[in-house]
């Protein structure tokens, strides 16, 4: 199947600092991906579309200011959490569509990461 | 926007016995029911799936019935281990040609305990 990894798998950060979270497609391309967030004993959130070559598209309620989304390539998504608060402290995970010749009516997950903010 | 709703939100059962697990969904316009199981701090995996054109799809110890007309669907587990304890998590989406670049609407979560 289709492999999404995210890099890191953990981050322990001070409040206010700014977080880098990578989400990679690693064996096919990837034009959109998705980036979610999951609290403890809660379900998946759709944050935000990661769309290659242009604008993220934010769900109801995200603030895009602060969870920065940039596309730079077809294998690769980042989400940067700016100014982070411990009530970001989170489970955050990407996905990306299959590729066309491999299940592409489905989504590939990538591992998480999870957020600590003190 | 689509609106999925997933019950039990807990199940307890003992090994052996089966499970079963109701998503129902607002959105007519969708057309793909996946089904993952999620354990504690890992990404959801994909357990199995049906599409709007079939009622009924099994895979050895798990299977999934899909009432469109309703716009109901389950998991059922059949012969449960403690290997299957998890959460488990319906989602929908609806799929133009045979892609996923629409946005998967996931149920609540059903944490699934099998007893020894």
């Known amino acids: 199947g289709a492999v999404v990894s995210q890099h890191p798998s953990r981050v322990i950060c001070k409040s206010g600092t700014s977080v880098k979270i990578e989400c990679r497609s690693l064996?096919?391309?990837?034009?959109?991906m998705f980036w979610y967030r999951q609290f403890p004993k809660q379900s998946l959130m759709l944050m935000a579309t990661s769309n290659e070559g242009s604008k993220a598209t934010y769900e109801q309620g995200v603030e895009k200011d602060k969870f920065l989304i940039n596309h730079a390539s077809l294998t690769l998504s980042t989400l940067t959490v700016t100014s982070a608060h411990p009530e970001d402290s989170s489970f955050y995970i990407c996905?990306?569509?299959?590729?066309?010749?491999?299940?592409?009516?489905?989504?590939?997950f990538g591992p998480g990461t999870r957020l600590t903010v003190l | 926007g689509e609106n999925v709703e997933q019950h039990p939100s807990t199940l307890s059962v003992q090994e052996g016995d089966s499970a079963v697990i109701k998503c129902t969904y607002s959105d007519s316009a969708s057309n793909y029911f996946p089904w993952y199981k999620q354990e504690l701090g890992k990404r959801p995996q994909l357990i199995i799936d049906?599409?709007?054109?079939?009622g009924e799809k099994k895979d050895q110890r798990i299977a999934v019935t899909l009432n469109k007309t309703a716009k109901h669907f389950s998991l059922h587990i059949t012969e449960t281990q403690p290997e299957d304890s998890a959460v488990y998590f319906c989602a929908a989406i609806a799929t133009a040609g045979g892609t996923s670049y629409g946005k998967l609407t996931f149920g609540q979560g059903t944490i699934l305990t099998v007893h020894p």
């Open positions: 996905s990306a569509p299959g590729p066309i010749d491999r299940r592409a009516d489905t989504q590939y």
């Open positions: 064996d096919f391309q990837a034009t959109t």
């Open positions: 049906i599409r709007s054109n079939v």
